[in-house]
């Protein structure tokens, strides 16, 4: 889900390492086609044969380039949107120069790092509970613990519908919502929900926020239309007029949009804050100490990282400032804030682990992080604390599940090593103190691709319950292709029993 990649790996080598001492011709070539918008991916995180084949001919298309077939089909895809430059920015010559450097410093295969060490079936904080609602064709795009009731919410990318599930009787609703749902909040007893349109990348303007009444479902009112696929969404009081305004996440695909939408009574008024792609969450929160809450955002497509627009008392929002930078080959997927020292300052929990832009392969530097917050006021400064490899992260979500005291973190894969380590689809990291970890695999459905989770108390017990669901929708050859094999995939509610 990340074809903006190839734009900074267009522009952002500055940082480049060589291991010759006298740069050449290749790598003058890209520093002068460089900004500073972008970290630098390293050459050496990609095997050439992926940089030859897939990531290379769209570079060329992103830099005007029509050398090849390939990059001629990529190019036509920017130019319907509006997103290919007018005239190629290099000559034929220039641009074999790059690729040969490139080429001459990616790696034939990559090294694969030692598995984290799991341990499977010795320790028993959750119980998989059967909803019945496992499937051969899963696509589950959403789930949702429901606030003050004792059912569930999940979503279906493949049948664009909403459903609801009476955990009591196993009574279901269901109603069709127009696209994949996404994201969903509950306020003032309504449902409302994220419908992102297609769940393959695309730039259409299909998706929409609409306004649900819960019992039986039924939509009372589309509130945003014509949004690019939007992921997440907030419902805040952005300008302190006592009026709810919304922070939509659109994702969308070559383009994007992160906005905020100003309720002027009968509509909502759009402010963009950034018009690239890859916005994939938010976090209302004063961060920088002034009195005044921000917008904290994590991006992906690109310039990869985790950014802050500032409010200010105009009731506005400033340019976005960098927090955390990731290279663009990260795949960020998530984040939260959250205190893991106790010094009453929020932390990040990063994962990264999107892997779906080609045939997916093991990366080493996928996986989980913890950085602490060294901030001092108006001085925000993080630094990387803990990393927890895990292939294909796609979800990390932090909270003393076992009641001791500290955090641990519930995390889930969507690219797991099914070779060798097929339990790393679903994880518990129990918090041994120090930022350190001891990975425990958690009971679920083997053979299933996990996608999205969510973490509550449904039972109010005292103790905090994991509810995920998966899909099958990936193909062995990644995102960009519909899968055709079959996984017992489905939802799955994982109670927790450290309370009995």
């Keep these: 889900m990340q074809n903006w990649f190839f734009i900074s790996l267009i522009f952002s080598f500055t940082a480049c390492q060589s291991t010759r001492e006298a740069p050449d011709a290749g790598k003058q070539l890209i520093k002068q086609y460089c900004t500073t918008c972008h970290l630098t991916p390293d050459p050496k995180s990609l095997t050439k044969t992926i940089w030859q084949d897939q990531v290379l001919p769209k570079m060329g298309a992103y830099l005007g380039m029509s050398t090849s077939f390939t990059e001629l089909k990529y190019l036509s895809s920017l130019q319907q949107v509006g997103a290919a430059p007018a005239q190629p920015m290099l000559n034929e010559s220039e641009w074999s120069k790059i690729q040969d450097y490139i080429l001459s410093h990616a790696p034939d295969t990559l090294m694969v790092s030692k598995a984290y060490p799991i341990l499977k079936n010795e320790l028993e904080v959750f119980r998989k509970i059967d909803l019945g609602l496992s499937s051969p064709s899963s696509t589950t795009s959403l789930v949702s613990f429901r606030k003050g009731h004792k059912s569930i919410l999940f979503g279906s990318a493949k049948t664009a519908s909403l459903y609801q599930l009476n955990l009591s009787d196993n009574r279901i609703d269901s109603i069709p919502v127009g696209g994949a749902p996404s994201a969903l909040v509950e306020k003032d007893g309504y449902i409302f929900l994220l419908s992102m349109g297609q769940i393959y990348p695309n730039d259409s303007k299909e998706g929409s926020l609409l306004k649900i009444k819960s019992d039986p479902l039924t939509i009372e009112e589309?509130?945003?239309?014509?949004?690019?696929?939007?992921?997440?969404?907030?419902?805040?009081?952005?300008?302190?007029?006592?009026?709810?305004?919304?922070?939509?996440?659109?994702?969308?695909?070559?383009?994007?949009?992160?906005?905020?939408?100003?309720?002027?009574?009968?509509?909502?008024?759009?402010?963009?804050?950034?018009?690239?792609?890859?916005?994939?969450?938010?976090?209302?929160?004063?961060?920088?100490?002034?009195?005044?809450?921000?917008?904290?955002?994590?991006?992906?497509?690109?310039?990869?990282?985790?950014?802050?627009?500032?409010?200010?008392?105009?009731?506005?929002?400033?340019?976005?400032?960098?927090?955390?930078?990731?290279?663009?080959?990260?795949?960020?997927?998530?984040?939260?804030?959250?205190?893991?020292?106790?010094?009453?300052?929020?932390?990040?929990?990063?994962?990264?682990?999107?892997?779906?832009?080609?045939?997916?392969?093991?990366?080493?530097?996928?996986?989980?992080?913890?950085?602490?917050?060294?901030?001092?006021?108006?001085?925000?400064?993080?630094?990387?604390?803990?990393?927890?490899?895990?292939?294909?992260?796609?979800?990390?979500?932090?909270?003393?599940?076992?009641?001791?005291?500290?955090?641990?973190?519930?995390?889930?894969?969507?690219?797991?090593?099914?070779?060798?380590?097929?339990?790393?689809?679903?994880?518990?990291?129990?918090?041994?103190?120090?930022?350190?970890?001891?990975?425990?695999?958690?009971?679920?459905?083997?053979?299933?691709?996990?996608?999205?989770?969510?973490?509550?108390?449904?039972?109010?017990?005292?103790?905090?319950?994991?509810?995920?669901?998966?899909?099958?929708?990936?193909?062995?050859?990644?995102?960009?292709?519909?899968?055709?094999?079959?996984?017992?995939?489905?939802?799955?509610?994982?109670?927790?029993?450290?309370?009995?």
């Design 222 to 500: 589309k509130i945003l239309t014509q949004l690019p696929r939007p992921v997440h969404f907030q419902i805040v009081d952005l300008d302190d007029d006592l009026d709810d305004d919304i922070i939509v996440s659109g994702f969308g695909n070559i383009l994007g949009q992160l906005s905020w939408h100003e309720n002027q009574g009968r509509y909502f008024e759009n402010h963009i804050l950034s018009d690239l792609p890859g916005a994939i969450k938010t976090i209302y929160q004063d961060l920088n100490e002034d009195g005044i809450k921000d917008i904290v955002a994590l991006m992906a497509q690109g310039d990869e990282g985790i950014y802050l627009h500032a409010g200010s008392y105009k009731k506005d929002f400033q340019p976005r400032k960098s927090i955390l930078r990731f290279p663009p080959n990260y795949g960020s997927t998530y984040f939260e804030l959250t205190d893991f020292n106790d010094d009453k300052k929020p932390d990040i929990l990063y994962a990264s682990g999107d892997n779906g832009d080609y045939k997916p392969f093991m990366k080493s530097y996928h996986g989980i992080r913890i950085f602490i917050n060294y901030s001092t006021g108006n001085s925000i400064k993080y630094e990387e604390s803990a990393f927890i490899q895990l292939n294909g992260a796609f979800k990390a979500m932090a909270a003393d599940y076992d009641l001791d005291g500290d955090l641990d973190i519930a995390a889930l894969s969507h690219f797991p090593d099914k070779d060798k380590t097929p339990e790393e689809g679903l994880i518990y990291f129990e918090n041994q103190g120090d930022l350190t970890f001891e990975a425990h695999a958690l009971p679920a459905v083997p053979n299933s691709r996990w996608l999205v989770m969510d973490a509550a108390d449904y039972d109010k017990d005292g103790d905090t319950d994991i509810l995920i669901g998966s899909s099958s929708t990936m193909s062995s050859e990644g995102l960009t292709k519909p899968a055709n094999h079959n996984s017992t995939s489905g939802v799955v509610l994982l109670q927790n029993v450290t309370i009995p």
